[in-house]
C-alpha cells in the first residue's frame, strides 16, 4: 500500500444501498475528493464504501479498499483499483489512518463510531497530525454532537477538541474545509504519478 499516495479515508455504513440517499452522498464525496487529486480509501465493502469507491472511480482517480475478513455483510466492492484482505479490525484500523490526510464519517454503525473514535484519539493525543476529520449529515449525527457537548460540560474531553471535527451536510464545504486544512496546511502538490493522484511523504 506504500505508493498509493495521500489518501482521504471515508468511513460509513455496510448496509445502505444505491437508492438510499446516504449511499448517493458518500458517491459525489468520493469524487469530489478524485477531483481534488487525492486516492480514495475505504474498508472495501458495500454500502458507503462502495459509494466513496464509486465516486472516485467513475470520477478517473484512483480507488482502494483495506477489506476485513467476515462470514457476512463484508467482500471488495467492485469499484476498487487495488484491495487487501485483513483479517483483525485493529490491523485494519491502521492502515485506514497511515496513508490519509482526512477522514470523512458518513452515517454508520458501531464500526463506523470505533473508526471515528480511534482517528480523534490519535489526533487528540498527538499520536498523528492534526488531519481534518469531516461528519457528515448533522441530522444522522444529532445525538452523537450533543453526547459529545455532555463531554465538554463535564469535562471529559476539553472544549478545544471540538475544533477537531467539521460537520456538514455540504459536499461544497467538505471540500473548502479539505482544502484548507489538509491540502493547504500540508503543502500537498499534484504530480503524474502511474495516476493522477497527490503525491508525497505523509506527514505524521
Not at 37 to 57: C, H, L, Q, W
Not at 96 to 113: N, Q
Request: charged letters at 25%.
Amino acid at each position: 500500500m506504500h505508493f498509493i499516495g495521500p489518501c482521504v479515508t471515508v468511513f460509513g455504513s455496510a448496509r445502505f444501498g444505491p437508492e438510499m440517499d446516504h449511499y448517493q452522498d458518500a458517491e459525489k464525496i468520493g469524487a469530489a475528493m478524485a477531483k481534488l487529486g487525492f486516492t480514495v480509501m475505504t474498508g472495501g465493502g458495500p454500502g458507503i464504501m462502495e459509494a466513496a469507491n464509486k465516486g472516485a472511480y467513475e470520477a478517473g482517480g484512483y480507488s482502494v479498499g483495506c477489506n476485513i475478513v467476515l462470514p457476512v455483510e463484508q467482500k471488495p466492492n467492485p469499484y476498487l483499483h487495488k484491495w487487501i484482505y485483513i483479517p483483525y479490525f485493529f490491523v485494519r484500523k491502521v492502515i485506514l489512518v497511515k496513508y490519509s490526510y482526512a477522514f470523512i464519517v458518513m452515517p454508520g454503525g458501531m464500526g463506523t463510531l470505533d473508526e471515528l473514535f480511534e482517528s480523534l484519539t490519535l489526533i487528540q493525543t498527538k499520536t498523528i497530525g492534526s488531519f481534518p476529520i469531516v461528519i457528515f449529515d448533522t441530522e444522522y449525527h444529532k445525538d452523537l454532537c450533543e453526547h459529545i457537548e455532555t463531554m465538554i460540560k463535564h469535562e471529559t474531553i476539553s472544549k478545544e477538541d471540538l475544533e477537531l471535527l467539521f460537520v456538514t451536510d455540504s459536499v461544497e464545504d467538505l471540500v473548502a474545509h479539505i482544502k484548507k486544512y489538509s491540502i493547504e496546511k500540508f503543502g500537498l502538490k499534484r504530480k503524474q504519478y502511474k495516476a493522477k493522484w497527490w503525491f508525497g511523504e505523509r506527514k505524521s
